[in-house]
């Protein structure tokens, strides 16, 4: 029996073998990638050709710095290490560095990222802005001590000289280009006295371009509210920002003459074809309303202007008529009001109490009249107030009640300090009238 291994311990001596062999520490490997499916985390899929196939782990950590998109059936050249997993006893790759075989890992991370930013729209024409006919100043990214900004000086100065040129000084290469050019895209939009913006560079590798192949820059000028020419690289060189730009130039003279695209003659001629051109609209204007004139000289309106105004002349007398009669009828039910209440206090003679009351009246009558809106109801109340108090004192309604008045000589008695003994007094009571002589006084 002692000759007889255990699966864990010859699993464990390949695994120290594999751990061990120096060929097996650093392996490349070319092959096609299967069963790739893409995790949050770290990457699990299969390597294989022809005749074989291996497994193939990936961390997290070396994922996200491929720099292209990993996709099924790629080939692909990768460096690792190889290691058996005892549990399972298979033996797979740790892939420590990967990129596509063929062609370089920047051309597929290019194509990758052309296609998902075309997917979006940001190379839509719908998007991009038309170029300003004329320009007082303009804006250029680029390097300081490059022949961009020579080449784009001379060419406007030739062309349309007293424009100005704002330079925002960029890295245009190399680690944190991406970023500075960003920024100073933003820089330049923030500004009101810019009418267009230049991004360019010289000629280079695939790798000197980049930074104009960066998401970060590509999402900086789709943003920009200035039009964007991109002059980056040589005629044959074409970036993602040529792309999503307003327009492109194949090199930077082309780009100046984008920016500038009338000289001092053409702008010359331009104003002598708009003068033409509102001098014969103007003649046009004239005729068109002299011959309007003519026609209205001609017309009956003008021949007899008083049928200009004849309807508003009969309608001015509907109104008036209509306002007179509102105002008679409203005085003729005011006058029979005020004749039914002085009726009323004709019927009421209350001695020289009523007769001031009716002077009050008259008084009250001559107002209303001259006061027929708003005052009459105020009048009205005041009178019936009155009207009231008269009723008041009216005896012949207190006696009814059950008292009696007391008269000497004609004259009503309040006080028992008004009389004495022997005086003869009138006394009326509701039925009757008594003549009494006053026996006691105190």
Known sequence: MSDYLSVSILTKYLKLKFDRDPYLERVYLTGQVSNFRRRPTHQYFSLKDENAVIQATMWAGTFKKLGFELEEGMKINVVGRVQLYEP???????IEKAEPDGI???????????KKLAEAGYFDDRHKHPLPQFVKKIGVVTSPSGAVIRDIITTVSRRFPGVEILLFPTKVQGEGASQEVAANIAKANDRDDLDLLII??????IEDLWAFNEEIVVQAIFESRLPVISSVGHETDTTLADYV?????????????????????????????RDNRMY??????????????????????????????????????????????????????????????HQRLIAMDFDSQIKHYQDK?????????????SQYDSKLARFEKAQDALLSLDTSRIIARGYAMVQKDGKVI?????????????????DGQLEVEVKDAK
């Open 245 to 273: 730009a307003d327009r492109r130039a194949a090199t930077p003279t082309a780009a100046a003459e984008l920016a500038t695209p009338v000289t001092k003659a053409d702008i010359i001629s331009w104003i002598t074809e």
């Open 361 to 373: 009246l008259q008084s009250l009558k001559r107002l209303l009249l001259s006061n027929m809106t």
């Open 88 to 94: 399972s006893g298979s033996y797979s790759i740790i």
């Open 414 to 430: 309040s006080s028992v300090r008004d009389v004495k003994q022997g005086d003869q007094l009138s006394v009326q009571l509701k």
């Open 104 to 114: 370089g890992a920047l051309a597929i991370q290019f194509e990758q990222l052309k």
């Open 280 to 341: 014969q609209a103007s003649l046009r204007r004239i005729k068109q309303n002299q011959e309007r004139l003519d026609k209205l000289a001609n017309s009956v309106i003008f021949r007899q202007p008083e049928r200009l105004y004849d309807g508003y002349v009969q309608k001015l007398d509907r109104l008036t008529m209509s306002l007179t009669n509102t105002m008679q009828n409203q005085f003729n039910q005011a006058k029979q009001r005020q004749e039914l209440l």
């Open 200 to 205: 360019g560079r010289g000629g280079g590798s």
